[in-house]
């Protein structure tokens, strides 16, 4: 990385504005935060207030408008929050363009020709990640929100009673809210580190040239995405991990794939091993590494923290309005998303655990039902799947095998390896399987875990069999097209139906079967 760029890291890192020097930019922050936007007049008594423009915030205010409310949403920094800006939208675009060039590098597997050390051309990718942010924010913007019925407000918001809350000066009231104010970044306790300087998804996104040698914090879903996708445009990526394996929330084969996978790549990993100071020496960053009783130094030119999230709830003087709350855990909510004030009630990363935009958009319609329209929706009731999108990917939903294990529930396993099926096989894309798990002696699927290329788009049909109570035995009749890899979701229903005690039924069958080969 230059000096101009770590300078320019550093000052966005203290809060500088985002960079807008190309047309994509240009686009995406008249869209989601307007420079010459004014707040409006608010009206007597708001239907619901929403607090944080996030994949939550945006939700819950489209729904209740839609169903005539009257709303207000109020954002202190940009619409459409993580997921658009710095999260999952960039990071996926980011992602896909680093495939294309493994993909290159690993021409010869499939057959084809591709000219040797293609070089990574990083600040064209960035440009692109850029300009799919610009196209992705029409649909977040300001002006549509107010053409749908929704009264945008920028600003920080602080409550200033149990129904009342001001921002800029202006005070609304309501008779129902919803906080939806997201996560930040959690910032390790590295001595040194603050001092260096160190990249997050919060600013990682507008580098325009990639480090020669990127240290990445961390081997959860962030850490491992950024440590392959940095990887593969070429930069000398080392990944640290306290832990003995990546994502320890996962299945312990589910990680060792990934482990094995990260090798092949040319990550450079470091398990069980903290990071205890780091200090700046000119651009560089010199990085000192325990490892059990091993000590160990590197030196890179940027460091990623991808240690997590924490929620976003500094600023709003919760107090002020009887809501309970931690740093840590954020909003205190119960099964029906309502806080210890009856009228507030919060949704996505500020109050839950799993901190995903799919389960941000799910907790959003919730509220807004049970506050607005008398709804008893609980939230343990959802089955929530989710995704780790390395390569390949990682993506569960349900109980895991060990957990069952601990809870002492009996459960039977089917796993069927990616390279028993064909188009896994026709795609070099064999690492993997689909593990399936059952109540023990039935059908009933409590849970899955699928390692593969597109274990994304696989998940959702054992999520909507586990949502609608269909038993593993009937995915065997469900006819998948030929070849997906999908298809192994039927070999391990074929399983389950092998294993399946023989019916009376089917015993006179096979014996009719047998007297007709005499």
Same mark, same amino acid.
């Given at each position: 990385?230059?000096?101009?760029?770590?300078?320019?890291?550093?000052?966005?890192?203290?809060? +500088?504005?985002?960079?807008?020097?190309? *047309?994509?930019?240009?686009?995406?922050?008249?869209?989601?935060?307007?420079?010459?936007?004014?707040?409006?007049?608010?009206?007597?008594?708001?239907?619901?207030?929403?607090?944080?423009? #996030?994949?939550?915030?945006?939700?819950?205010?489209?729904?209740?408008?839609?169903?005539?409310?009257?709303?207000?949403?109020?954002?202190?920094?940009?619409?459409?929050?993580?997921?658009?800006?710095?999260?999952?939208?960039?990071?996926?675009?980011?992602?896909?363009?680093?495939?294309?060039?493994?993909?290159?590098?690993?021409?010869?597997?499939? +057959?084809?020709?591709?000219?040797?050390?293609?070089?990574?051309?990083?600040?064209?990718?960035?440009?692109?990640?850029?300009?799919?942010?610009?196209?992705?924010?029409?649909?977040?913007?300001?002006?549509?929100?107010?053409?749908?019925?929704?009264?945008?407000?920028? +600003?920080?918001?602080?409550?200033?009673?149990?129904?009342?809350?001001?921002?800029? +000066?202006?005070?609304?009231?309501?008779?129902?809210?919803?906080?939806?104010?997201?996560?930040? *970044?959690?910032?390790?306790?590295? *001595?040194?580190?603050?001092?260096?300087?160190?990249?997050?998804?919060?600013?990682?996104?507008?580098?325009?040239?990639?480090?020669?040698?990127?240290?990445?914090?961390?081997?959860?879903?962030?850490?491992?995405?950024?440590?392959?996708?940095?990887?593969?445009?070429?930069?000398?990526?080392?990944?640290?991990?306290?832990?003995?394996?990546?994502?320890?929330?996962?299945?312990?084969?589910?990680?060792?794939?990934?482990?094995?996978?990260?090798?092949?790549?040319?990550?450079?990993?470091?398990?069980?091993?903290?990071?205890?100071?780091?200090?700046?020496?000119?651009?560089?960053?010199?990085? $000192?590494?325990?490892?059990?009783?091993?000590?160990?130094?590197?030196?890179?030119?940027?460091?990623?923290?991808?240690?997590?999230?924490?929620?976003?709830?500094? #600023?709003?003087?919760?107090?002020?309005?009887?809501?309970?709350?931690?740093?840590?855990?954020?909003?205190?909510?119960? $099964?029906?998303?309502?806080?210890?004030?009856?009228?507030?009630?919060?949704?996505?990363?500020?109050?839950?655990?799993?901190?995903?935009?799919?389960?941000?958009?799910?907790?959003?319609?919730?509220?807004?039902?049970?506050?607005?329209?008398?709804?008893?929706?609980?939230?343990?009731?959802?089955?929530?799947?989710?995704?780790?999108?390395?390569?390949?990917?990682?993506?569960?939903?349900?109980?895991?095998?060990?957990?069952?294990?601990?809870?002492?529930?009996?459960?039977?396993?089917?796993?069927? *390896?990616?390279?028993?099926?064909?188009?896994?096989?026709?795609?070099?894309?064999?690492?993997?399987?689909?593990?399936?798990?059952?109540?023990?002696?039935?059908?009933?699927?409590?849970?899955?875990?699928?390692?593969?290329?597109?274990?994304?788009?696989?998940?959702?049909?054992?999520?909507?069999?586990?949502?609608?109570?269909?038993?593993?035995?009937?995915?065997?009749?469900?006819?998948?097209?030929?070849?997906?890899?999908?298809?192994?979701?039927?070999?391990?229903?074929?399983?389950?139906?092998?294993?399946?005690?023989?019916?009376?039924?089917? $015993?006179?069958?096979?014996?009719?079967?047998?007297?007709?080969?005499?």
């Amino acid at each position: 990385m230059t000096a101009m760029a770590t300078a320019t890291c550093m000052q966005r890192q203290r809060g +500088g504005d985002l960079p807008e020097n190309e *047309p994509a930019e240009h686009e995406r922050t008249h869209n989601v935060r307007p420079a010459d936007w004014r707040n409006p007049v608010p009206v007597q008594r708001y239907d619901l207030v929403v607090i944080g423009a #996030g994949t939550a915030g945006l939700i819950a205010a489209r729904t209740a408008a839609a169903k005539g409310a009257k709303v207000a949403l109020i954002e202190r920094h940009l619409l459409g929050g993580t997921c658009l800006n710095i999260g999952c939208l960039p990071s996926k675009a980011l992602i896909r363009t680093s495939r294309i060039y493994a993909e290159m590098r690993d021409a010869d597997r499939y +057959g084809a020709l591709a000219s040797p050390g293609i070089p990574a051309d990083f600040a064209l990718a960035m440009r692109r990640v850029r300009q799919i942010r610009a196209r992705a924010s029409r649909s977040d913007s300001a002006q549509r929100l107010t053409a749908a019925g929704v009264d945008v407000f920028f +600003g920080q918001a602080a409550f200033t009673g149990a129904d009342s809350l001001s921002v800029k +000066g202006a005070i609304l009231h309501f008779a129902k809210a919803v906080i939806a104010t997201g996560a930040r *970044p959690a910032t390790p306790s590295i *001595p040194g580190l603050a001092e260096a300087g160190f990249l997050t998804n919060e600013n990682a996104f507008e580098l325009s040239e990639a480090p020669r040698r990127l240290l990445v914090i961390g081997g959860g879903p962030l850490g491992c995405e950024m440590a392959q996708a940095f990887c593969r445009f070429g930069v000398r990526t080392v990944i640290v991990q306290k832990r003995p394996l990546f994502l320890p929330r996962e299945e312990r084969d589910a990680a060792q794939v990934l482990s094995d996978a990260f090798a092949r790549d040319g990550i450079e990993v470091r398990l069980n091993t903290r990071v205890v100071n780091v200090r700046a020496e000119g651009t560089r960053k010199v990085v $000192d590494l325990v490892s059990d009783d091993y000590e160990s130094t590197v030196t890179v030119d940027a460091i990623l923290a991808g240690t997590g999230r924490v929620p976003s709830v500094h #600023g709003l003087a919760l107090e002020a309005a009887g809501i309970d709350y931690d740093r840590r855990h954020g909003i205190h909510v119960d $099964d029906f998303l309502r806080t210890s004030n009856p009228r507030v009630y919060a949704a996505g990363d500020a109050c839950l655990a799993h901190k995903f935009n799919d389960t941000a958009d799910a907790s959003a319609r919730i509220a807004v039902q049970n506050a607005l329209f008398h709804a008893r929706r609980r939230w343990s009731s959802l089955t929530i799947p989710w995704c780790t999108y390395t390569d390949p990917e990682i993506a569960h939903v349900g109980l895991y095998v060990r957990h069952a294990r601990e809870r002492g529930i009996p459960v039977d396993t089917y796993t069927v *390896p990616m390279h028993d099926v064909d188009r896994a096989i026709a795609d070099d894309e064999e690492t993997g399987f689909v593990k399936i798990t059952v109540d023990e002696g039935t059908d009933r699927i409590r849970g899955a875990t699928i390692v593969a290329r597109h274990a994304g788009e696989m998940i959702s049909e054992i999520t909507l069999a586990i949502e609608a109570r269909i038993g593993l035995r009937r995915l065997a009749h469900v006819v998948h097209p030929y070849p997906t890899q999908a298809e192994a979701i039927r070999k391990a229903a074929d399983a389950c139906n092998r294993a399946r005690p023989a019916s009376r039924a089917q $015993d006179l069958v096979s014996r009719s079967l047998h007297w007709l080969r005499r």
